[in-house]
């Protein structure tokens, strides 16, 4: 008698185990569902509903029973056997029943009530869609005013620096290199006619500070020198340079192992610069008598904004990890290795060298670092962006998923 | 800096053991949801438990738009988390999507990470040329659907999402309480961003370990899937399970953490 009043109940009735396997089903259900009993005994309790309603159940209505043990007004869509979408509301309750946790669930056809929260959602939708794009709006204004401002600033503030650096450079250029071109002259005149001993010292310190101050100007010159975007292959230039570099040290053999490097936007002139001034310094600073140098380029995403707050826009940077098992530095230097005439050690060259890597790569909008260990190995890793212009490719498509 | 990441990403910190184990909750949870794993663990490890910005009792007003547009946005979550507690070599257990998320970290900073433990991972869910996800378009936008109707009997519903929650972030708790996810428009988002990711070229740059753990059975993370991620991830190890669904961490703890534990070398 009451089993009829159950079968009969006026809504659906199921329960399930912990493998989702269908354990009871009531008449009600399975009319429903258009099915019968035995057919649903036993089945996935997910095959009762749509694909959607699927996602859900398996995201956030099964966790949910797991972690609270209830759920209730569940909104989900059954899919009859005749391929029919059914809205229902659903109830569900763990219990524990012949020694295993099992969960019923009670639904009720609501197709009346989807119609009205339809709407609802819609109303709800528009709504909202007039409010947010005037709040945005009117945020974006502001933050634009701000920004305009800011930038305005900016550029004040470099446009003054940039003259007082043209102004360095030129006494760089030409008032040090005057002077210099004729204690070299003289130095070499006073050389011919006696032979006091410091004259070679006195020589060497020249052309030491005709070196600082050509290195000055290739430095200055990063600066002002406008870039020229091409698309670089990176994979043949590297080989490129290995091999002009590989002419230019003989007899050390130079190994370079480098896997598939993509093709990027950049100043092909800068960035061969860049790469032959890291593999030169991997060669300079070898251990033993061959250079051996690994390059491993990986492309990222990152995010461009790298200095205002709280923007976003993740694209395609290439990452180039270029380790060495050289002589290294003390780490406590990785900080400094970057500054324009730092030198770690006493060899030949100025100290030049990375600070001009820095400028290229933040010429590029790119970063570098330095990591190392002493007599162990030094990895320098770069990062580039592949575009130079996000809005030309589809990344604003990509960071935004719709 | 790190205490505001902290707080942001609402991280506990326990246990006992010098290896460190993060454990990332997937899309439609927080991290209540490895409440039946933790304890196996605990003893040996130092457990490391967050919810991502939007999920669980993290901090709503963190969330951002433009960040957690895409999964990056989320692994950013993951290395900051890594970075505000000095955390090297980490063993990273991620559900779900956090699998790709974990993938995505690991890719960005691999010394972080010494594991990848996904489990139901899936590289992209939608099928694409001769790929097979397991969805279309269409499902996702009914799942989009379904999520609405659900969030419908929220108390603030009706509210307009962009001007509530900013000073008073504990208006969403409440509904913490039943959804794991508190805000019907960032759960939209989570979704979006899941469900239409495609992560397939970023598997082969992978070079930490993983450990792939494959339900039989699983509707968002299919078999073919599992096998698909075995082929492209070097270094990868495929397990499949006996448990059924996309939850086995909730519906079969045991097999999970032996499975684990039996990965990690550690006894079970």
């Known amino acids: 008698m009451t089993e009829t009043l159950f079968e009969n109940a006026p809504s659906g009735y199921f329960a399930f185990d912990n493998e989702a396997t269908t354990l009871v089903v009531n008449e009600t259900l399975a009319s429903i569902l258009e099915n019968t009993k035995e057919e649903l005994i036993g089945k996935s309790v997910e095959t009762f509903f749509t694909v959607p309603s699927r996602i859900f159940f398996q995201t956030h209505f099964f966790p949910m029973i797991k972690l609270h043990g209830y759920a209730e007004e569940i909104f989900l869509t059954l899919l009859t056997a005749k391929g029919k979408h059914l809205p229902v509301l659903l109830n569900a309750k763990q219990m524990e029943w012949v020694g295993k946790w099992i969960t019923c669930c009670s639904c009720i056809h609501v197709p009346n009530r989807k119609k009205f929260e339809d709407e609802l959602v819609a109303a709800r939708k528009t709504a909202e869609a007039a409010l947010q794009e005037n709040t945005e709006l009117l945020k974006a204004k502001a933050e634009l005013q701000l920004r305009t401002e800011q930038l305005d600033k900016q550029i004040q503030m470099v446009q003054i620096q940039n003259h007082e650096l043209q102004q360095f450079s030129h006494v760089v250029t030409h008032n040090l290199k005057e002077p210099l071109r004729k204690i070299l002259m003289y130095t070499g005149k006073i050389a011919n006619e006696t032979a006091a001993p410091s004259l070679p010292k006195l020589a060497r310190a020249n052309e030491q500070m005709k070196a600082v101050v050509s290195g000055l100007q290739q430095y200055v010159w990063l600066n002002e020198k406008t870039i020229d975007y091409t698309p670089v292959d990176l994979n043949a230039l590297v080989e490129e340079i290995a091999a002009q570099l590989q002419q230019d040290v003989n007899p050390v053999p130079i190994s370079l192992q480098h896997n598939l490097l993509p093709t990027i936007e950049g100043d092909q002139a800068q960035l061969a610069m860049l790469l032959r001034q890291l593999l030169s310094n991997a060669v300079k600073f070898r251990n033993g008598e061959s250079a051996r140098v690994q390059i491993e380029g990986t492309v990222i995403k990152q995010n461009r904004f790298r200095s205002v707050e709280n923007k976003y826009a993740f694209a395609d940077f290439v990452r180039l990890e270029i380790f060495d098992k050289g002589i290294g530095f003390d780490p406590m230097y990785a900080d400094h290795i970057f500054e324009l005439f730092r030198k770690l050690h006493q060899s030949e060259g100025l100290g030049l060298g990375l600070a001009l890597c820095k400028k290229i790569v933040e010429n590029h909008q790119g970063h570098i670092e330095a990591e190392s260990e002493l007599n162990k190995f030094t990895k320098v890793t770069v990062w580039l962006p592949c575009f130079q212009n996000a809005y030309d490719r589809n990344e604003l498509k990509l960071s935004g998923v719709d | ?268």
């Open chain 2, 1 to 268: 800096m790190a205490k505001d990441i902290l707080k942001r990403n609402n991280v506990t910190v326990f246990g006992d053991g010098p290896q460190v184990m993060v454990f990332a909750h997937g899309f439609g949870c927080d991290q209540n949801m490895w409440r039946f794993i933790i304890p196996a663990f605990k003893n040996d490890f130092q457990i490391v438990l967050f919810d991502y910005v939007g999920a669980g009792k993290s901090d709503l007003r963190s969330y951002n738009p433009e960040r957690y547009s895409s999964l990056h946005g989320y692994a950013q979550d993951v290395l900051e988390i890594c970075q505000a507690l000095d955390l090297k070599n980490v063993i990273f257990v991620g559900h779900s999507v956090s699998g790709m998320i974990g993938l995505l970290a690991a890719v960005e900073q691999p010394s972080y990470f010494s594991e990848l433990i996904m489990v139901g991972p899936s590289p992209c869910y939608i099928n694409k040329d001769d790929y097979i996800g397991g969805f279309n378009r269409e499902d996702i936008e009914g799942l989009l659907e379904t999520m609405e109707k659900n969030y419908i009997g929220w108390a603030n519903f009706l509210a307009p999402q962009i001007m509530k929650n900013e000073d008073r972030p504990e208006l969403g708790q409440e509904l913490t309480e039943s959804f794991c996810s508190t805000d019907p428009v960032i759960a939209q988002q989570f979704a979006k961003a899941t469900f239409l990711s495609d992560n397939r070229d970023d598997l082969p740059k992978l070079k930490t370990p993983s450990l792939i753990l494959q339900c039989s059975d699983d509707l968002i993370a299919p078999l073919d899937v599992g096998e698909f991620l075995h082929r492209r991830l070097p270094n990868s190890t495929l397990r499949v399970m006996n448990a059924k669904g996309h939850c086995p961490h909730m519906s079969s703890p045991e097999e999970t953490i032996s499975l684990i534990k039996n990965y990690l070398g550690v006894i079970a």
